[in-house]
């Protein structure tokens, strides 16, 4: 199983971005999934999580409101459409899939996707 994120990019303050997340791999499978970052110098951030089968989603209190992650389980990619962004929200983003009876461990992770956002 393989995850590459997409979709960064150098961003106005104000603007919008939807970065995505491609799983491939004929084995994939999920319980969750999930959208982290780590700014420059800082530890890395849970950002909020999606689950599979239903949709649900939930996220960091930091982000509520803000941020929606989604998914197009026939794709097997999962989004996460970030509005409002503020130079604050600048950091590499990171996908990473929790599959089935792993015992709640992101056992997959994406490359990355660089987020910059202009003052």
């Known amino acids: 199983v393989q995850l590459q994120a997409s979709g960064g990019g150098l961003v106005q303050a104000g603007g919008s971005l939807r970065l995505s997340c491609a799983a491939s791999?004929?084995?994939?499978?999920?319980?969750?999934m999930a959208w982290f970052r780590q700014a420059p110098g800082k530890e890395r951030e849970y950002v909020g999580t999606i689950v599979w089968s239903t949709g649900a989603t939930y996220y960091a209190d930091s982000v509520k409101g803000r941020f929606t992650i989604s998914r197009d389980a026939a794709k097997n990619t999962m989004y996460l459409r970030i509005d409002s962004l503020n130079p604050e929200d600048t950091a590499v983003y990171y996908c990473?899939?929790?599959?089935?009876?792993?015992?709640?461990?992101?056992?997959?992770w994406g490359q990355g996707t660089q987020v910059t956002v202009s003052s």
């Open positions: 791999g004929r084995t994939f499978s999920s319980y969750r």
């Open positions: 990473a899939n929790n599959p089935p009876r792993s015992g709640g461990r992101y056992d997959y």
